[in-house]
């Protein structure tokens, strides 16, 4: 259904039962995938394609170009939604630049709450909650089942580990590693998401080498269900996270996650890692 009061070029594209709001605006590179929806007022232009079953409610603004001087204009620029999201209201993404990735991304079944921005070529994975107000810069990496909470700023070229938790107000300008739970402007890291893991069903064993793992890399002390790993107390986050990896089981997908982050932290561009509090 397409309300009269709507503006969709002629050259959109859309799937079945697709329902368009009063006062939307559609742009002629769009595709609409099945059963979209967008309720009212929504602008979504530039090469963009939303996927099926995907809710966006009034005054989002979707695939506007990217708030890039470097941007060439008429350079490669498209946002790509998954399935099964919900965008609530106010919420702005931007299309990618032509220097960067080029296409900006989020994936299936992610939560983007009322006025929160994704900035040009962010990655962001499935089932991601972005809270109220959360600000994504350009170039940011949210990997799956991450939580934002309210009002955090995120710098550019940070990356976000699996199922972290980010407290909200935080202004996060480090790497979260994979289930971390950081805090704080600037954030840093105060333990593991550990609701998180038990939500996900993870094991007490597991749950465990991951609080060791967690602390024996960043230095800090352990306790009585989790004490510190006897491993050789070396000088170099790096040199503890090899050693960390040679220990670790490596059924433990979700500790060698953990480790694997903190190795390939060099490799990232322009970031690094978040620091623990101590």
Request: proline share 6%.
């Amino acid at each position: 259904m397409i309300h009269p009061t709507a503006v969709v070029h002629p050259n959109a594209r859309l799937g079945h039962d697709v329902h368009i709001g009063p006062y939307c605006t559609i742009g002629p590179e769009v595709s609409l995938h099945d059963n979209v929806v967008l309720k009212s007022h929504v602008v979504v232009e530039g090469d963009t394609t939303i996927g099926e079953n995907t809710a966006l409610f009034p005054f989002a603004c979707i695939g506007g170009p990217p708030q890039d001087k470097k941007h060439v204009p008429g350079g490669h620029s498209a946002l790509v939604i998954g399935k099964n999201c919900l965008i609530r209201e106010h919420v702005t993404i931007n299309s990618g630049t032509s220097l960067g990735a080029g296409t900006t991304r989020v994936g299936d079944e992610c939560w983007i709450l009322a006025g929160a921005h994704i900035g040009h070529d962010s990655q962001v994975g499935s089932r991601v909650v972005l809270s109220n107000n959360v600000c994504l810069a350009g170039h940011v990496t949210i990997q799956d089942l991450a939580i934002v909470g309210g009002q955090v700023g995120i710098k550019q070229f940070v990356h976000i580990g699996s199922l972290a938790m980010i407290g909200g107000k935080s202004a996060v300008d480090g790497d979260v590693l994979p289930f971390g739970l950081v805090s704080g402007n600037r954030a840093k890291l105060v333990g593991l998401n550990l609701i998180g893991l038990r939500r996900l069903q993870a094991s007490r064993a597991h749950i465990k080498e991951m609080l060791q793992t967690y602390r024996y890399i960043y230095n800090l002390h352990g306790n009585h269900f989790a004490p510190p790993l006897p491993l050789p107390p070396h000088r170099t986050q790096m040199e503890r996270a090899e050693e960390a990896r040679a220990w670790a089981s490596p059924s433990n997908a979700m500790v060698q996650s953990m480790i694997g982050f903190v190795l390939s932290a060099s490799t990232r561009h322009r970031s690094a890692l978040c620091p623990a509090a101590t």
